[in-house]
């Protein structure tokens, strides 16, 4: 008799053990991937984030801690990101890529999707290329890998980056345009002449010394915010009458503005605060008027009272 009910005092701890750690598992928020499909702004996710079959993301200073995985048809936006795994299409046939000011530690794998524009970013691992059919552009990265682009249909432009391995393009058409990259390793097939300077056609000594080069410089701040303000003090040294307010998390409005030439357009958030760099910029600009350019589902009423106030 003991040991009959030593035993189903054993059966019945290992149930209760069993279900504990089956419910544990069921909530433990590690466990599942976060699901974009609209802004997720600068905070830190645990997992991998997955973008959905025809949704739209954009990672506004957001850690993730694992893989962006764009699903087919969606779009993915990374602004001031930072990602420790890898960016990449979920099971090919992406929409549009964006990759602005990031740190990527993994790898940025893009096939047969639609456009992709890679810009100022660090890539610790590759840049790959594959079968889009989109426009592409890869300008100012640094890359520790390689960066490979093959079969893509859409125009490719590849300046100014510096690559630690191979610049390796093939069966692109058109063929890739571009230059000024620096490449450590081998520039190959048709972005064999893209590094060094872009060609300019004239492949005679022009007798000028290097030293006869023209001087550059950057306008740049911290953030896209700030590169605006860098902008603004450069064009507008002595203030301005108006100045204009565009949503900076997307280009469009800003695009859009570029022809108004009486005053400086000034990149703001959605909604939230106004960043500190703006505000100082607006008071010191002090215009008569402040015009926002889109509604205010592209910036809220509470930033451009701010911005007024300034």
Same mark, same amino acid.
């Given at each position: 008799?003991?040991?009959?009910?030593?035993?189903?005092?054993?059966?019945? $701890?290992?149930?209760?053990?069993?279900?504990?750690?089956?419910?544990?598992?069921?909530?433990?928020?590690?466990?599942?991937?976060? *699901?974009?499909?609209?802004?997720?702004?600068?905070?830190?996710?645990?997992? @991998?984030?997955?973008?959905?079959?025809?949704?739209?993301?954009t990672?506004?200073?957001?850690?993730?801690?694992?893989?962006? +995985?764009?699903? *087919?048809?969606?779009?993915?936006?990374?602004l001031?990101?930072?990602i420790?795994?890898?960016?990449?299409?979920d099971?090919?046939?992406?929409?549009?890529?964006?990759?602005?000011?990031?740190?990527?530690?993994?790898?940025?794998?893009?096939?047969?999707?639609?456009?992709?524009?890679?810009?100022?970013?660090?890539?610790?691992?590759? $840049?790959?290329?594959?079968?889009?059919?989109?426009? +592409?552009?890869?300008?100012?990265?640094?890359?520790?890998?390689?960066?490979?682009?093959?079969?893509?249909?859409?125009?490719?432009?590849?300046?100014?980056?510096?690559i630690?391995?191979?610049?390796?393009?093939?069966?692109?058409d058109?063929?890739?345009?571009?230059?000024? @990259?620096?490449?450590?390793?081998?520039?190959?097939?048709?972005?064999?002449?893209?590094?060094?300077?872009?060609?300019?056609?004239?492949?005679?000594? @022009?007798?000028?010394?290097?030293?006869?080069?023209?001087?550059?410089?950057?306008?740049?701040?911290?953030?896209?915010?700030?590169?605006?303000?860098?902008?603004?003090?450069?064009?507008?040294?002595?203030?301005?009458?108006?100045?204009?307010?565009?949503?900076?998390?997307?280009?469009?409005?800003?695009?859009?503005?570029?022809?108004?030439?009486?005053?400086?357009?000034?990149?703001?958030?959605?909604?939230?605060?106004?960043?500190?760099?703006?505000?100082?910029?607006?008071?010191?600009?002090?215009?008569?008027?402040?015009?926002?350019?889109?509604?205010? *589902?592209?910036?809220?009423?509470?930033?451009?009272?701010?911005?007024?106030?300034?």
């Amino acid at each position: 008799m003991t040991t009959t009910r030593t035993r189903v005092s054993a059966l019945l $701890l290992a149930t209760v053990v069993l279900i504990v750690l089956v419910s544990w598992a069921a909530t433990d928020p590690a466990a599942a991937d976060e *699901s974009c499909t609209g802004t997720i702004g600068a905070t830190t996710i645990d997992d @991998n984030v997955v973008v959905p079959d025809g949704a739209t993301c954009t990672l506004d200073g957001t850690t993730v801690e694992g893989n962006v +995985l764009v699903g *087919s048809g969606a779009s993915l936006t990374a602004l001031d990101a930072e990602i420790d795994g890898n960016i990449q299409d979920d099971d090919n046939n992406a929409g549009d890529v964006t990759v602005e000011g990031t740190v990527v530690h993994g790898n940025i794998q893009l096939e047969d999707g639609a456009g992709a524009t890679v810009t100022a970013t660090r890539i610790d691992g590759d $840049l790959q290329l594959e079968a889009n059919d989109g426009a +592409l552009a890869a300008d100012d990265n640094t890359i520790d890998g390689n960066l490979q682009a093959n079969q893509n249909t859409g125009g490719l432009d590849i300046t100014d980056n510096t690559i630690d391995g191979n610049l390796q393009c093939q069966s692109n058409d058109p063929a890739p345009t571009g230059g000024g @990259n620096t490449v450590r390793g081998d520039a190959e097939g048709q972005c064999s002449d893209l590094s060094g300077a872009p060609d300019n056609g004239d492949d005679e000594d @022009n007798g000028e010394d290097e030293g006869d080069a023209r001087p550059t410089r950057r306008l740049a701040g911290n953030d896209r915010y700030e590169t605006a303000v860098a902008i603004s003090e450069e064009a507008f040294a002595t203030g301005a009458d108006v100045v204009y307010l565009a949503r900076g998390d997307e280009a469009a409005d800003a695009l859009a503005g570029k022809s108004l030439s009486d005053g400086p357009i000034l990149l703001v958030p959605q909604c939230g605060s106004l960043p500190g760099a703006v505000a100082s910029e607006i008071d010191r600009l002090d215009p008569d008027e402040v015009v926002t350019l889109g509604g205010s *589902s592209a910036v809220c009423d509470a930033i451009v009272e701010e911005a007024a106030a300034s």
